[in-house]
Nanobody, 121 residues
Framework: QVRLVESGGGLVQPGGSLRLSCAAS????????MGWYRQAPGKQRELVAT???????NYADSVKGRFTISRDNAKNTVYLQMNSLKPEDTAVYYC???????????????WGQGTQVTVSS
């Protein structure tokens, strides 16, 4: 079982920055891809960015050049540095981890509880 705990959300003015963190804990064999998704009111959850255990990254077009995802495999932690924030970035941000609970188990998607990011003046 994998537990994901996010931190770092809050209220920021347009053009500002925030850094989200997500730490994975529990008992598992390995964590493969980790990532961030977001859900704005009245909209579906959407991908923000993902990073593999080898460091390969993928970003939504809407955040390319503004957001940077990184990962500390030793700490089982993923980060999202968000710069040049816009009001349309306002959403609940969810951490995701694709992990194998045991060596023989299939990969399971785990989700954090979410952290609110509000961009407003």
């Amino acid at each position: 079982q994998v537990r994901l705990v996010e931190s770092g959300g809050g209220l920021v003015q347009p053009g500002g920055s925030l850094r989200l963190s997500c730490a994975a804990s529990g008992t598992f064999f390995s964590i493969n891809t980790m990532g961030w998704y977001r859900q704005a009111p009245g909209k579906q959850r959407e991908l923000v960015a993902t990073i593999t255990s080898g460091g390969n990254t993928n970003y939504a077009d809407s955040v390319k050049g503004r957001f940077t995802i990184s990962r500390d495999n030793a700490k089982n932690t993923v980060y999202l540095q968000m710069n040049s924030l816009k009001p349309e970035d306002t959403a609940v941000y969810y951490c995701n981890a694709a992990a194998k609970p045991t060596i023989v188990a299939p990969i399971i998607n785990y989700w954090g509880q979410g952290t609110q990011v509000t961009v407003s003046s």
